[in-house]
């Protein structure tokens, strides 16, 4: 599709930081910045914007620098033997039309085979070395291929730790704006909040709290502020008692109750509840 039809364009990385910025992909460039692959300029390029972008726009790239910066701090925390072939298969998965690698570096060699350079050849050298030095696409592809490189012979595979980033109580636990209440549960123990209203989420662990009776389970209820019923936030047996649960959609709510109920649960709390936490800050 052409450029000018009015279709989508492109989102490839432009030959400098400046551009890249001037086009708003500032975000797009989270990884490499937290990676220390950009020159002193291109920092100061890049702190330069983010300093005076939109609110959110900020807070999306810290976030991504946070995220690249903790994934590799993890990878590092293992020593195993890396995967055999593992160099290979990522270099492999590089798209198509980035430069050849060897040819590219063999090019020193092929000069100094040709004999001494003319002019001209000199100057056409000087603008290679510059055009080399431009943060081109071909470049972010390898320091993406490098990172992918360094997560794997970490010993922490990429797809796991996807996976604990898209785990729910992961995503509560972790909002930068998380905060933690706690409350006593009568007959003992503690009932532990973490609230994010950015997730409009909370997780629920219980510390120390007993069993409920037999034949008994703990219910959780989301109390709302406009004073409607109660809304029933699932059930807590013996077995999920040492288990965090995530409750959502806690806008509209006030309060979180726990009650005592048969099992199987109950349509509306059995009175009175044994722990209750406001959820308001």
Do not use: C, H
């Not at 300029?41 to 726009?57: G, K, L, V």
């Not at 993890?74 to 040819?103: H, K, M, S």
């Not at 794997?152 to 996807?162: E, K, M, P, R």
């Not at 726990?258 to 800050?281: C, F, M, N, W």
């Amino acid at each position: 599709m052409d450029a000018n039809d009015g279709g989508p364009r492109p989102r490839g990385f432009a030959a400098d930081i400046a551009t890249d910025l001037k086009a708003g992909r500032a975000v797009e460039l989270a990884e490499i910045y937290a990676l220390d692959a950009v020159s002193n300029d291109e920092r100061d390029a890049i702190d330069t914007y983010i300093s005076t972008a939109p609110q959110a726009e900020r807070d999306a790239f810290n976030e991504r620098v946070r995220q690249a910066r903790e994934t590799l701090a993890l990878a590092f925390t293992a020593e195993e033997e890396p995967p055999a072939g593992l160099l290979e298969r990522t270099l492999a998965q590089l798209p198509a039309e980035l430069p050849q690698l060897p040819e590219a570096m063999s090019g020193k060699a092929a000069a100094e085979a040709a004999g001494p350079a003319s002019g001209d050849e000199l100057a056409a050298a000087r603008q290679g070395r510059e055009e080399r030095r431009r943060p081109s696409a071909a470049r972010r592809w390898l320091i993406g291929a490098a990172a992918a490189a360094a997560l794997a012979l970490g010993g922490v595979g990429i797809g796991s730790y996807v996976a604990s980033q898209n785990d729910p109580v992961n995503q509560v636990l972790e909002a930068q704006d998380v905060r933690e209440a706690s409350t006593n549960v009568t007959g003992g123990g503690t009932v532990l909040l973490a609230i994010s209203a950015s997730k409009d989420a909370l997780v629920v662990r219980m510390k120390d709290v007993p069993p409920p009776p037999a034949g008994k389970v703990y219910q959780m209820w989301l109390i709302p502020r406009n004073g409607s019923a109660p809304v029933s936030q699932g059930l807590m047996d013996a077995e999920a008692l040492s288990k965090p649960a995530v409750v959502s959609g806690i806008g509209p709510a006030s309060m979180l109750g726990i009650t005592v109920e048969p099992a199987g649960g109950s349509a509306v709390p059995t009175l009175p509840t044994v722990a209750s936490a406001r959820l308001d800050s």
